[in-house]
T-cell receptor
Framework: GQSLEQPSEVTAVEGAIVQINCTYQ??????LSWYQQHDGGAPTFLSY????GLEETGRFSSFLSRSDSYGYLLLQELQMKDSASYFC???????????FGTGTLLAVQP | NAGVMQNPRHLVRRRGQEARLRCSPM?????VYWYRQLPEEGLKFMVY????????ESGMPKERFSAEFPKEGPSILRIQQVVRGDSAAYFC?????????????FGEGSRLTVL
């Protein structure tokens, strides 16, 4: 089976940096994805790490350590619009099937 | 290029009725996935389909739930004899072949309320 753990809530102020951690257990691992969801709307893709290391896309970066079964999403220069739920997910592979964590609610305060 | 289209956006049913949720994937996408989300919770995988084939239904409840993705037309998630516990948001996602990108394209969801 597969299980993922991430903090349920994180609070930060505008302009700050926040890191959302994700640890996972899975019988077969292809990669770790991150998604953003605003107010129960459509989840949107942020990043996918299949190999160890840091991937940077604008203000967002994602890190993976396969040996530690651990990854994180780093959000820099936080803006109010970044207030949302963030989900890590394991999967990918040929089917692209993803199993999601329970999500981290990020509240950005002025 | 239109995104993933789901309808209805909101559906109200009484206990015992049937709910049918429809999903049209993005153009060129042949993989369709259904997820269920309860309030304040994560996305629970239900089923993965390709045209005319159910590939993985490991997340589907054994009874009352079924899914299809016919050769023509949208994918359908069908819930028979709904109960209050079926109240949730149902999200459809699609991806193009061959996969391996970790990227799914989600629709806006269908919110089912069972009275």
């Amino acid at each position: 089976g597969q299980s993922l753990e991430q903090p349920s809530e994180v609070t930060a102020v505008e302009g700050a940096i926040v890191q959302i951690n994700c640890t996972y257990q899975t019988s077969g691992f292809y990669g770790l994805s991150w998604y953003q969801q605003h107010d129960g709307g459509a989840p949107t893709f942020l990043s996918y790490n299949a190999l160890d290391g840091l991937e940077e896309t604008g203000r967002f970066s994602s890190f993976l350590s396969r040996s530690d079964s651990y990854g994180y999403l780093l959000l820099q220069e936080l803006q109010m619009k970044d207030s949302a739920s963030y989900f890590c997910a394991v999967g990918g592979g040929a089917t692209n099937k993803l199993i999601f964590g329970t999500g981290t609610l990020l509240a950005v305060q002025p | 290029n239109a995104g993933v289209m789901q309808n209805p956006r909101h559906l109200v049913r009484r206990r015992g009725q049937e709910a049918r949720l429809r999903c049209s994937p993005m153009k060129g996408h042949s993989h369709v996935y259904w997820y269920r989300q309860l309030p304040e919770e994560g996305l629970k995988f239900m089923v993965y389909l390709q045209k005319e084939n159910i590939i993985d239904e490991s997340g589907m409840p054994k009874e009352r739930f079924s899914a299809e993705f016919p050769k023509e037309g949208p994918s359908i998630l069908r819930i028979q004899q709904v109960v209050r516990g079926d109240s949730a948001a149902y999200f459809c996602a699609s991806s193009p072949p061959p996969g391996g990108t970790g990227e799914l394209f989600f629709g806006e969801g269908s919110r089912l309320t069972v009275l």
